[in-house]
C-alpha cells in the first residue's frame, strides 16, 4: 500500500483521505491553518476558514455525491443524518403543473442531504480522522514539490522539511499553488483555461420559527429563481436553518449595497417566492452577510504532447472549478477521490501508465461540467448585462436546448423535468439534457406558444429600490 500525502484538510482533501484510507494507504493531510476545529455543529456554524471562503457560502449537496457516501461511506452519511441534516426525494418535489409523476425505480436515487457545508465537513472531518491511517498535520504550507525525474516523491514545507511520499495529492482548491510548485521541481505544467462566471453572491443564514415553511419549495432542496438581472435561492439546512444566496453582476455596482444587512433583507422581502421566509415570527437571522466574487470556471490539464507527471494528482477545484451555484464541486471532488482509490487499487505501481489512466478519467469526468458552466454563465451573463444596460437580451437559437429552457419547458413536460433533475444532480451528464433529440423536441413543442408563466422575482425598479432604501419607489 502506498504512503500518500494529501495537500489540504478541506471537504475534497478529507474526502480523499477517507477514501484512500478504506483501501488500507497511509495517508497524512497537510492543512495549512492552525485553527482548532470545532467540536460541536454549533461551533462549526462560527468557524473561520480564510483559506476556504466558500465556506460561508449557502451549499447544495448533489445527489452524485450523496449516493456515494450512502454506497461507500455509509458512517458518514448516517452521522450528517445524526447530526440534525434533513434528506429529500426530488422526485416528491416534482412541478405541481405537472400533477401526479409517474414514478420509476430510478427516481429513487434523486436523493439529496440538506446540511450546511459548516455540518458536512464537520461530520466529515470526524469520520474521517477517526479512520486507522490517517493522520493530520496543521499549521504548516507545502511550498514545493520533491521529484526526481517526471515523479513526485514528496513535498517541502516553509522551513524546508522534505516529506517523502509515494503519491502526494492536491486538494488546495481554486488557489491552487500546483503551476508555481511544478515548475519550481522542473516539471512539466499544466494547461490553465479560465474563465469568469461573471456574478457575486451574497449569502445570509437564518433559523426557522415557524413550524411548516413559510413559503413555497420548488426545488426541493429549497426554493429559487433565475431572473433577467438576479437569481435568488433559499437553501435548506441542518437543525432548522436554511440560507439565501442572491446573486448579481459583478460590475453591478447598484446592487454592492447587498452586503449591508438591512438592504439584503429589503431585497429578500422583495422577491415574493421568498418573502415569507423573513416575514416577522417566521425566521430569525443567524449570520452577517457573506459576499464572495472573483470565481472563474477553470480547468487545469496536463499539456499534450509533454509527458506527464507521476505521483502527483490534482483533485476537486485544483482540477476543475464551475461557478458555485450549480452545486457541482463537492460532488465532483469526492468523486474523484474514490476514482483515485480505485486506480490504485486496479493499478498501484507510481508510473506512467497510472498517471496517464488519472488523466484520462479525470479529464473524462469534469470536462462536461466545465464546458457546462462555462455556456451556462456566457447565456446568464449576457441576458443580465442587457437586463441592467436597459437593451432587450437575445433569444436562444431554434432548436438550441439551453438550461434556461429546459427549466421552463420542465414544468410542463415530465420526461424534460426528470431528465433536468437528472442532470443538475449530477447522475446524467449535461449532454443527456443539451444533445438529446428527443428532449430538444420536447422543449421546442412546450415553448412554440411562448414560454410558461415563473414565479415572481423582483423588477430591476423593485430590486434598485429596494436595496437602495427607496421604498416610495416600489
Given at each position: 500500500?502506498?504512503?500518500?500525502?494529501?495537500?489540504?484538510?478541506?471537504?475534497?482533501?478529507?474526502?480523499?483521505?477517507?477514501?484512500?484510507?478504506?483501501?488500507?494507504?497511509?495517508?497524512?493531510?497537510?492543512?495549512?491553518?492552525?485553527?482548532?476545529?470545532?467540536?460541536?455543529?454549533?461551533?462549526?456554524?462560527?468557524?473561520?476558514?480564510?483559506?476556504?471562503?466558500?465556506?460561508?457560502?449557502?451549499?447544495?449537496?448533489?445527489?452524485?455525491?450523496?449516493?456515494?457516501?450512502?454506497?461507500?461511506?455509509?458512517?458518514?452519511?448516517?452521522?450528517?443524518?445524526?447530526?440534525?441534516?434533513?434528506?429529500?426525494?426530488?422526485?416528491?418535489?416534482?412541478?405541481?403543473?405537472?400533477?401526479?409523476?409517474?414514478?420509476?425505480?430510478?427516481?429513487?436515487?434523486?436523493?439529496?442531504?440538506?446540511?450546511?457545508?459548516?455540518?458536512?465537513?464537520?461530520?466529515?472531518?470526524?469520520?474521517?480522522?477517526?479512520?486507522?491511517?490517517?493522520?493530520?498535520?496543521?499549521?504548516?504550507?507545502?511550498?514545493?514539490?520533491?521529484?526526481?525525474?517526471?515523479?513526485?516523491?514528496?513535498?517541502?514545507?516553509?522551513?524546508?522539511?522534505?516529506?517523502?511520499?509515494?503519491?502526494?495529492?492536491?486538494?488546495?482548491?481554486?488557489?491552487?499553488?500546483?503551476?508555481?510548485?511544478?515548475?519550481?521541481?522542473?516539471?512539466?505544467?499544466?494547461?490553465?483555461?479560465?474563465?469568469?462566471?461573471?456574478?457575486?453572491?451574497?449569502?445570509?443564514?437564518?433559523?426557522?420559527?415557524?413550524?411548516?415553511?413559510?413559503?413555497?419549495?420548488?426545488?426541493?432542496?429549497?426554493?429559487?429563481?433565475?431572473?433577467?438581472?438576479?437569481?435568488?435561492?433559499?437553501?435548506?439546512?441542518?437543525?432548522?436553518?436554511?440560507?439565501?444566496?442572491?446573486?448579481?453582476?459583478?460590475?453591478?455596482?447598484?446592487?454592492?449595497?447587498?452586503?449591508?444587512?438591512?438592504?439584503?433583507?429589503?431585497?429578500?422581502?422583495?422577491?415574493?417566492?421568498?418573502?415569507?421566509?423573513?416575514?416577522?415570527?417566521?425566521?430569525?437571522?443567524?449570520?452577517?452577510?457573506?459576499?464572495?466574487?472573483?470565481?472563474?470556471?477553470?480547468?487545469?490539464?496536463?499539456?499534450?504532447?509533454?509527458?506527464?507527471?507521476?505521483?502527483?494528482?490534482?483533485?476537486?477545484?485544483?482540477?476543475?472549478?464551475?461557478?458555485?451555484?450549480?452545486?457541482?464541486?463537492?460532488?465532483?471532488?469526492?468523486?474523484?477521490?474514490?476514482?483515485?482509490?480505485?486506480?490504485?487499487?486496479?493499478?498501484?505501481?507510481?508510473?506512467?501508465?497510472?498517471?496517464r489512466e488519472f488523466t484520462a478519467r479525470s479529464t473524462q469526468m469534469v470536462r462536461p461540467w466545465y464546458e457546462e458552466a462555462v455556456a451556462n454563465d456566457r447565456g446568464r451573463a449576457?441576458?443580465?448585462?442587457?437586463?441592467?444596460?436597459?437593451?432587450?437580451?437575445?433569444?436562444?437559437?431554434?432548436?438550441?436546448?439551453?438550461?434556461?429552457?429546459?427549466?421552463?419547458?420542465?414544468?410542463?413536460?415530465?420526461?424534460?423535468?426528470?431528465?433536468?433533475?437528472?442532470?443538475?444532480?449530477?447522475?446524467?451528464?449535461?449532454?443527456?439534457?443539451?444533445?438529446?433529440?428527443?428532449?430538444?423536441?420536447?422543449?421546442?413543442?412546450?415553448?412554440?406558444?411562448?414560454?410558461?408563466?415563473?414565479?415572481?422575482?423582483?423588477?430591476?425598479?423593485?430590486?434598485?429600490?429596494?436595496?437602495?432604501?427607496?421604498?416610495?419607489?416600489?
Amino acid at each position: 500500500m502506498s504512503n500518500v500525502i494529501i495537500v489540504g484538510g478541506s471537504v475534497v482533501g478529507l474526502g480523499a483521505a477517507l477514501a484512500l484510507a478504506d483501501h488500507g494507504h497511509q495517508v497524512r493531510i497537510i492543512e495549512r491553518s492552525a485553527d482548532q476545529p470545532p467540536s460541536t455543529v454549533e461551533e462549526a456554524a462560527s468557524w473561520r476558514r480564510p483559506t476556504a471562503p466558500q465556506f460561508l457560502q449557502s451549499h447544495a449537496f448533489a445527489s452524485l455525491g450523496c449516493n456515494l457516501l450512502r454506497d461507500r461511506a455509509r458512517d458518514v452519511y448516517d452521522g450528517l443524518r445524526a447530526a440534525g441534516a434533513g434528506e429529500v426525494n426530488l422526485a416528491d418535489y416534482s412541478p405541481p403543473t405537472l400533477g401526479d409523476i409517474t414514478r420509476r425505480p430510478e427516481d429513487d436515487d434523486l436523493r439529496m442531504v440538506l446540511s450546511r457545508r459548516s455540518t458536512f465537513e464537520h461530520v466529515l472531518r470526524e469520520r474521517t480522522l477517526a479512520r486507522p491511517g490517517v493522520s493530520v498535520t496543521t499549521g504548516e504550507t507545502v511550498r514545493g514539490l520533491v521529484a526526481s525525474g517526471n515523479r513526485v516523491t514528496g513535498v517541502r514545507l516553509t522551513n524546508g522539511t522534505a516529506i517523502d511520499a509515494d503519491i502526494v495529492v492536491d486538494a488546495t482548491g481554486r488557489r491552487t499553488a500546483a503551476q508555481t510548485w511544478l515548475a519550481e521541481a522542473g516539471l512539466p505544467g499544466r494547461d490553465v483555461t479560465s474563465e469568469s462566471c461573471k456574478i457575486v453572491y451574497y449569502t445570509r443564514y437564518y433559523r426557522q420559527l415557524s413550524e411548516r415553511p413559510p413559503g413555497p419549495l420548488n426545488r426541493g432542496f429549497g426554493a429559487g429563481g433565475l431572473w433577467d438581472h438576479y437569481t435568488a435561492v433559499l437553501f435548506l439546512g441542518d437543525n432548522r436553518t436554511f440560507s439565501i444566496s442572491l446573486g448579481v453582476l459583478p460590475e453591478d455596482t447598484a446592487m454592492k449595497g447587498l452586503r449591508e444587512e438591512e438592504a439584503f433583507t429589503r431585497a429578500v422581502r422583495a422577491t415574493p417566492l421568498l418573502a415569507g421566509w423573513v416575514a416577522p415570527g417566521n425566521s430569525e437571522p443567524i449570520s452577517p452577510v457573506y459576499a464572495m466574487g472573483s470565481l472563474d470556471n477553470s480547468l487545469r490539464l496536463p499539456v499534450d504532447g509533454r509527458p506527464l507527471v507521476q505521483g502527483f494528482y490534482p483533485i476537486g477545484d485544483s482540477l476543475c472549478t464551475t461557478n458555485p451555484s450549480y452545486g457541482r464541486g463537492v460532488s465532483l471532488g469526492l468523486t474523484q477521490a474514490f476514482m483515485l482509490a480505485d486506480l490504485l487499487a486496479e493499478h498501484p505501481v507510481v508510473d506512467e501508465v497510472q498517471a496517464r489512466e488519472f488523466t484520462a478519467r479525470s479529464t473524462q469526468m469534469v470536462r462536461p461540467w466545465y464546458e457546462e458552466a462555462v455556456a451556462n454563465d456566457r447565456g446568464r451573463a449576457a441576458l443580465w448585462e442587457a437586463t441592467v444596460q436597459g437593451r432587450q437580451p437575445q433569444r436562444p437559437p431554434a432548436g438550441v436546448v439551453t438550461f434556461g429552457t429546459a427549466v421552463a419547458a420542465a414544468s410542463q413536460d415530465e420526461e424534460v423535468w426528470r431528465r433536468v433533475a437528472n442532470v443538475m444532480m449530477m447522475l446524467k451528464p449535461p449532454s443527456a439534457l443539451y444533445a438529446d433529440d428527443e428532449i430538444r423536441a420536447r422543449v421546442g413543442k412546450v415553448l412554440s406558444g411562448g414560454p410558461p408563466p415563473q414565479l415572481p422575482g423582483a423588477s430591476r425598479a423593485d430590486l434598485l429600490a429596494a436595496v437602495s432604501g427607496d421604498l416610495v419607489a416600489q
